[in-house]
């Protein structure tokens, strides 16, 4: 069973700081990784892709992927009110290029404090 | 960013009643799914399909069905809705690339109530 783990939270932070969410996945062939936003109420949205060691910077939110250690995490710099979301770590596993299936982690619920 | 339209967006209906949840999406995507998500709960996957006259059931056993007869329309249908049915459902589609798979996008889901 491939897994996906993410602390469920919530994780509070205030305005302006730096919001740190992490992710880690059981099956060591994932290729490809991916955050998405989900407000109450509503559906996931897209905020960051990640195929490749390293960080990936996208104006105020920063990727980050480590393979060897199936440890991917999101950072959120500058934290603003309008940041409190679910947030839910996705990977797919597919190495072969057959398998077009998603695993979701269980999301961890992010609040920013005015 | 992916065209995805889900109707309706919101359901009530009776028990018993046969329900088809609508799925477009405008961008040619090949691959189209329907997730599951009960409020402040997980997604489950509970259909998907990688092209015309190709569905295969998800994670999640569901007494829905679904088809797939042109790339983009991928409707779900429950025969005889039950309360058990009351839930969000959330549509989403994804392209074939080079470079590494593609993300999913999500329509903004259909929450339907069964009463």
């Known amino acids: 069973q491939k897994e996906v783990e993410q602390n469920s939270g919530p994780l509070s932070v205030p305005e302006g700081a730096i919001a740190s969410l992490n992710c880690t996945y059981s099956d060591r062939v994932s290729q490809s990784f991916f955050w998405y936003r989900q407000y109450s109420g509503k559906s996931p949205e897209l905020i960051m892709s990640i195929y490749s060691n390293g960080d990936k910077e996208d104006g105020r939110f920063t990727a980050q992927l480590n393979k060897a250690s199936q440890y991917v995490s999101l950072l959120i710099r500058d934290s603003q009110p309008s940041d409190s979301a679910t947030y839910l770590c996705?990977?797919?596993?597919?190495?072969?290029?057959?398998?077009?299936?998603?695993?979701f982690g269980k999301g961890t619920l992010l609040t920013v404090n005015p | 960013e992916a065209d995805i339209y889900q109707t309706p967006r919101y359901l009530v209906i009776g028990t018993g009643k046969k329900i088809t949840l609508e799925c477009s999406q405008t961008?040619?995507?090949?691959?189209m799914y329907w997730y599951q998500q009960d409020p402040g709960m997980e997604l489950h996957l509970i259909h998907y399909?990688?092209?015309?006259?190709?569905?295969e059931k998800g994670d999640l056993s569901s007494e829905s069905t679904v088809s797939r007869i042109r790339t983009e329309h991928f409707p779900l249908t429950l025969e005889s809705a039950r309360p058990s049915h009351t839930s969000q459902y959330l549509c989403?589609?994804?392209?074939?690339?080079?470079?590494?798979?593609?993300?999913?996008?999500f329509g903004d889901g259909t929450r339907l109530s069964i009463l």
């Open positions: 961008m040619g995507h090949d691959k």
């Open positions: 399909s990688y092209g015309v006259n190709s569905t």
């Open positions: 996705a990977v797919n596993h597919d190495s072969g290029g057959s398998n077009y299936k998603l695993t």
């Open positions: 989403a589609s994804s392209e074939s690339r080079q470079g590494g798979y593609q993300p999913q996008h």
